[in-house]
């Protein structure tokens, strides 16, 4: 019942930046949280950073310092500024967003994923 959709991957040298975005759509009545993880070959999937509806942000140590998490509620879209990269954060980035749809008179929770963008940081 929600969509989730990224863009903004590609290949970039160390030291560069990428802009990521995330947009959720569909029967949406309201977002709790929307968030980047990611996950490098061999790798479990780990969180990146977060952002609340009252705009709390949490970050992964790795990442303090480096990347921004910005959201725009109106529009269910959720931004990542990374700058700085480096090798080490190569991987597929997902976007993830939990809260409360509504659909035929019913609410329910969602909890969905994207697809993925690949992020490749060539040293």
């Known amino acids: 019942q929600v969509q989730v959709v990224e863009s903004g991957g590609g290949l970039v040298q160390a030291g560069g930046s990428l802009r990521l975005s995330c947009a959720a759509s569909g029967n949406i009545f309201s977002i709790n949280v929307m968030g980047w993880y990611r996950q490098a070959p061999g790798k479990k999937r780990e969180l990146v950073a977060v952002?609340?509806?009252?705009?709390?942000?949490n970050y992964a140590d790795s990442v303090k310092g480096r990347f921004t998490i910005s959201g725009d509620n109106a529009k269910n879209t959720v931004y990542l500024q990374m700058n700085s990269l480096k090798p080490e954060d190569t991987a597929v980035y997902y976007c993830?967003?939990?809260?409360?749809?509504?659909?035929?008179?019913?609410?329910?929770?969602?909890?969905?994923w994207g697809q993925g963008t690949q992020v490749t940081v060539s040293s």
């Open positions: 993830n967003t939990r809260g409360t749809y509504y659909r035929g008179g019913y609410y329910g929770d969602f909890d969905s």
């Open positions: 952002i609340t509806s009252d705009s709390n942000r």
